[in-house]
């Protein structure tokens, strides 16, 4: 992702950092002969690699045909190492390292749209709420073949990102292929300032809520804290929330440990293992959980990814909540942000992120308790498809047991009143409530099952 989970180097992480330098140069002198021969024949061998790249770059220099710009060669050649190791490891030069800080802050310029690279095509993650490319009608899993006429294929993310932006105002076509679409449409986007607001909300009546978290950005707990605060003065108590994390792509790791502290009274949120595989790094719960007493129910998809998933598996594995939708993306890696000298930066994979019990989130994803179709209304209103109830892929290459059989059959009723319901309401007579449950499944669903909180016994409150 371009944006992804950062960990900002403070100056007491730069502290930590030297002290470990220190201690690798100070271990030296108590390591073996044999280890220093090691240490030796190591750094020949990148002093002799380092010699290479300066003598093509004085060649370069003397001879090339054309004048040509040192630093624009030192960065294609950063680009270029950088290129050998994963899609989230980039080189940000002094104008993209600027907006990167500003969208941790949740205001910047742009389309308003979260990338990534799968399967070497420029796919979008999620295009952020209430922006350009929001408005315009871009959807998570599109693939972007163009921008402006230039193919992004071979592009890393920070070009294919460099591509997209531009002035406010100005315009940019983005060349869509779409799941099920043979040819790419094009969406013509006008830049705008964007700001993101990070949590919505609904008031769902009888003491429940729908909290919405597009991303984690600078104040996402805060802001969060506030709406559960609040709505607890309006309605004395929380008898059960939902948090819908769906096609939220991420953003900084404090924000996800903050907002599953909200929720646990104990026990461990996130840890994080790096290249030293004895070194394990794991952040607990801080037992100051105000909100530890109702049921959660946490709505995903495949397109919640990194911080989203930080929160879904700490709720999960503590048993604090119910994961509902579909699997998650799988984008579990630790990235350290390092500001350099001439104001680029260094976005670098240090580690890998795994939940409390364990499980590696990188490339495995959240698995959901509940799995639970995504069903849209337009795409069912304008093609006239009866609701995907029943899905080839569970039926093909063996015969239905009973209990399957019984599935698929509630299950197909539970669409098609949900769907008849849909038909018989009119959007402008809906309440935030009535629109929000008549036009997404999943949320429907997991409004249901919050409802029945009283059933829901495999979930620890703070009374327990």
């Known amino acids: 992702m371009a944006k992804g989970d950062n960990v900002k180097l403070t100056k007491q992480n730069i502290k930590i950092g030297a002290c470990v330098t220190a201690a690798v140069v100070c271990g030296a002198f108590l390591t073996s002969k044999l280890d220093l021969q090691v240490l030796k024949a190591s750094a020949e061998e990148r002093y002799t690699e380092l010699q290479n790249f300066s003598k093509v770059l004085n060649l370069i220099q003397q001879y090339y045909v054309e004048e040509v710009d040192t630093k624009k060669l030192v960065y294609g050649a950063i680009k270029g190492m950088l290129r050998e190791l994963d899609p989230h490891t980039n080189f940000l030069p002094p104008e993209i390292f600027k907006d990167f800080e500003n969208e941790t802050n949740g205001e910047f310029g742009g389309l308003g749209i979260e990338i990534s690279v799968q399967n070497g095509v420029l796919t979008i993650i999620s295009p952020i709420e209430d922006t350009p490319?929001?408005?315009?009608?871009?959807?998570?899993?599109?693939?972007?073949?163009?921008?402006?006429?230039?193919?992004?294929?071979?592009?890393?993310?920070?070009?294919?990102?460099?591509?997209?932006?531009?002035?406010?105002?100005?315009?940019?076509?983005?060349?869509?292929?779409?799941?099920?679409?043979?040819?790419?449409?094009?969406?013509?986007?006008?830049?705008?300032?964007?700001k993101i607001r990070s949590v919505k909300q609904t008031d769902l009546g009888d003491g429940l809520l729908y909290v919405k978290i597009t991303s984690f950005i600078e104040g996402t707990a805060k802001d969060l804290e506030k709406f559960l605060s609040d709505f607890i003065k309006k309605n004395k108590e929380i008898r059960g929330l939902v948090i819908d994390l769906r096609r939220n792509p991420g953003g900084l790791l404090d924000q996800a440990v903050k907002v599953s502290d909200l929720f646990l009274r104990e026990g461990v949120?996130?840890?994080?293992?790096?290249?030293?595989?004895?070194?394990?790094?794991?952040?607990?719960?801080?037992?100051?959980?105000?909100?530890?007493?109702?049921?959660?129910?946490?709505?995903?998809?495949?397109?919640?990814?990194?911080?989203?998933?930080?929160?879904?598996?700490?709720?999960?594995?503590?048993?604090?909540?119910?994961?509902?939708?579909?699997?998650?993306?799988?984008?579990?890696?630790?990235?350290?942000?390092?500001?350099?000298?001439?104001?680029?930066?260094?976005?670098?994979?240090?580690?890998?992120?795994?939940?409390?019990?364990?499980?590696?989130?990188?490339?495995?994803?959240?698995?959901?308790?509940?799995?639970?179709?995504?069903?849209?209304?337009?795409?069912?209103?304008?093609?006239?498809?009866?609701p995907k109830a029943m899905r080839?892929?569970?039926?093909?290459?063996?015969?239905?047991?009973?209990?399957?059989?019984?599935?698929?059959?509630?299950?197909?009723?539970?669409?098609?009143?949900?769907?008849?319901?849909?038909?018989?309401?009119?959007?402008?007579?809906?309440?935030?409530?009535?629109?929000?449950?008549?036009?997404?499944?999943?949320?429907?669903?997991?409004?249901?099952?919050?409802?029945?909180?009283?059933?829901?016994?495999?979930?620890?409150?703070?009374?327990?």
């Not at 929001?134 to 460099?162: C, F, N, P, R, Y």
């Not at 591509?163 to 013509?188: A, F, H, N, Q, W």
């Not at 580690?351 to 409390?356: G, I, K, Q, S, V």
């Not at 590696?360 to 179709?373: C, H, K, L, R, W």
């Open 133 to 194: 490319a929001w408005e315009a009608g871009i959807k998570a899993g599109d693939k972007v073949v163009a921008v402006d006429g230039k193919s992004t294929k071979g592009l890393s993310l920070v070009e294919a990102s460099q591509l997209m932006r531009g002035k406010r105002g100005t315009k940019t076509v983005l060349s869509i292929v779409r799941e099920d679409e043979d040819k790419p449409v094009d969406y013509t986007i006008t830049r705008g300032s964007v």
């Open 269 to 386: 949120i996130v840890s994080t293992i790096g290249r030293d595989q004895s070194k394990k790094e794991v952040t607990q719960a801080s037992g100051r959980a105000r909100h530890s007493q109702f049921p959660v129910i946490v709505l995903m998809n495949e397109y919640s990814a990194s911080a989203s998933e930080i929160v879904a598996g700490a709720l999960q594995d503590n048993k604090r909540a119910i994961i509902m939708g579909q699997k998650s993306f799988g984008k579990g890696s630790v990235q350290s942000v390092i500001k350099l000298g001439d104001g680029s930066g260094l976005k670098l994979t240090v580690a890998r992120y795994y939940t409390p019990s364990g499980k590696s989130i990188q490339a495995e994803g959240i698995t959901p308790d509940i799995e639970v179709e995504e069903i849209e209304v337009a795409t069912l209103k304008n093609s006239g498809l009866k």
């Open 392 to 464: 080839e892929k569970d039926i093909q290459g063996h015969l239905l047991s009973e209990k399957e059989k019984q599935d698929q059959k509630d299950l197909k009723a539970q669409v098609e009143a949900w769907w008849k319901n849909t038909e018989n309401k009119k959007d402008e007579n809906l309440s935030p409530k009535d629109k929000l449950l008549a036009s997404d499944y999943q949320v429907y669903q997991a409004y249901n099952y919050i409802k029945a909180w009283k059933l829901m016994k495999g979930i620890k409150t703070s009374t327990e």
